[in-house]
């Protein structure tokens, strides 16, 4: 299976705004959803953001919900999280994730191939 490669990542003050990219390294996404996720230290790895790649279904957590938007582009093989209105506690690693099986989840656990994971920093 294709890798996702995530990009976009980086320092920006609280309101900023910051675009993550999701690629496929070395061929074509396969999967029936992708899934955005974040990790900050000593915490454990939590959902942000879901699409689905056939029918561009989302679906956020709570957290985020009005100021990110997953999106992505079936031509450029690439997920897209634009994250506005950025809080010092959004500052996290933030992963790209692919799930084959034909349902959705917001449990980490259940998605089969990660990316590398790009830094995201909000200072106050």
């Known amino acids: 299976q294709v890798q996702p490669v995530e990009s976009g990542g980086g320092l920006v003050q609280a309101g900023g705004s910051l675009r993550l990219s999701c690629a496929a390294s070395?061929?074509?996404?396969?999967?029936?959803?992708m899934g955005w996720f974040r990790q900050a230290p000593g915490n454990e790895r939590e959902f942000v953001a879901f699409i689905t790649w056939s029918r561009g279904s989302t679906s956020y957590a709570d957290s985020v919900k009005g100021r990110f938007t997953i999106s992505r582009d079936n031509a450029k093989n690439t997920v897209y999280l634009q994250m506005n209105s950025l809080k010092p506690e959004d500052t996290a690693v933030y992963y790209c994730?692919?799930?084959?099986?034909?349902?959705?989840?917001?449990?980490?656990?259940?998605?089969?191939?990660w990316g590398q994971g790009t830094q995201v920093t909000v200072s106050s």
């Open positions: 070395g061929g074509t996404f396969n999967y029936y959803v």
């Open positions: 994730a692919g799930r084959r099986r034909a349902f959705v989840s917001k449990i980490a656990a259940d998605y089969d191939y």
